[in-house]
């Protein structure tokens, strides 16, 4: 009898770490803004409350965010000890809270979202995005190099394949752009795959003495 009780114990709790086990995406995605290239490696594990997500680039910075079920940031945490940055950003309700070292000095800064989503490491968030099915949102962004928070726009646009990882994908195109900036002063470009919402590609234009640039997936796993 106890022997059984035991097996059914062990059979019990093999299904619930089964049921509530971690589904983790990793991928591989390639920066290029002019001459310069950066490799950004980063996972997104979802959990029972929500997903979190961890970029490490070629260059050193690790970025870590915690994410709602709709994958609007709700933590955020930076470092990068070549530029003597450790940071970590937290949301309650519409308020935003970024403090810590900023390029070797303290800093803090609060921000107000008001009801928009926080969107920090886009192609984490982008699948949500995909699969609500509606055609503009508007989001935050807190820059990960000048700090400085953004509202973007981005709206569905149309249905065609892009070339990724060598191969045709079946894509859908958004536009980006932000608020209060005219279209043809910004307007940047990004696809999701068509059957999960999976970011593809971003292309961004020349815009204030900075190089135009591009974000483009080279690899993932999903384990």
Known sequence: MYRKSVIFILILISTTLYIHAQTTLETDLLWIAGKDTVIFNESVSENSSGYIAILKTSVGEYDRQVMDKQRSVLEWQRSDATEGTDIQASRLGSQVIVKGIYKGKPYEKKHDF??????????????????????????????????????????????????????PIPAVKYSLGISGIPAFLFQAHFWLRNTDGRFLRLDAPAILGLPKSSVELTSEKLF
Do not use: C, V
Not at 155 to 165: A, G, L, V
């Open 114 to 167: 008001g009801s928009l989503p926080w969107y920090q490491l886009h192609e984490a968030s982008y699948e949500t995005l995909y699969k609500s099915g509606i055609n503009k949102l508007s989001f935050w962004t807190i820059d990960r190099k000048t700090l400085r928070a953004t509202e973007f726009k981005a709206e569905r646009q149309s249905e065609e394949n892009i070339t990724i990882m060598g191969r």
